[in-house]
Nanobody, 126 residues
Framework: EVRLVESGGGLVQAGGSLRLSCAAS????????VAWFRQTPGKQREGVSC????????YYDDSVKGRFTVSSDLAKNTVYLQMNNLSPEDAAVYYC???????????????????WGKGTLVTVSS
């Protein structure tokens, strides 16, 4: 069975940092790109950042560029999202999703994702 499990969410003050993890079983991130999404009540899920299979090229939404960093540890089959200088606008449930990119690279849209995690909640106090 394929599982993606997010962890690392919690409550932080504005300006603080968190590191989210997306750990996979049943698939290898050698062959799957991973994207991070976030969603708040009443809003559509939006792409935050992604990393290509085997730790390939990375991309960021403009709203997080310069503050967030996506990386992977292929030996641990885990992708991370380092979030710095958090603001209340960043508060959301964060999800990771995987799809096969065949080495082409990752994307931030929500379509055609093969696997999704159940999310981890990030709360930012002001």
């Amino acid at each position: 069975e394929v599982r993606l499990v997010e962890s690392g969410g919690g409550l932080v003050q504005a300006g603080g940092s968190l590191r989210l993890s997306c750990a996979a079983s049943g698939i290898s991130f050698d062959y799957y790109a991973v994207a991070w999404f976030r969603q708040t009540p009443g809003k559509q899920r939006e792409g935050v950042s992604c990393i290509g299979s085997s730790g390939g090229s990375t991309y960021y939404d403009d709203s997080v560029k310069g503050r967030f960093t996506v990386s992977s540890d292929l030996a641990k089959n885990t992708v991370y999202l380092q979030m710095n200088n958090l603001s209340p606008e960043d508060a959301a449930v964060y999800y990771c999703a995987a799809d096969r990119d065949y080495g082409v690279g990752c994307r931030l849209d929500v379509y055609g994702r093969e696997y999704w995690g159940k999310g981890t909640l990030v709360t930012v106090s002001s």
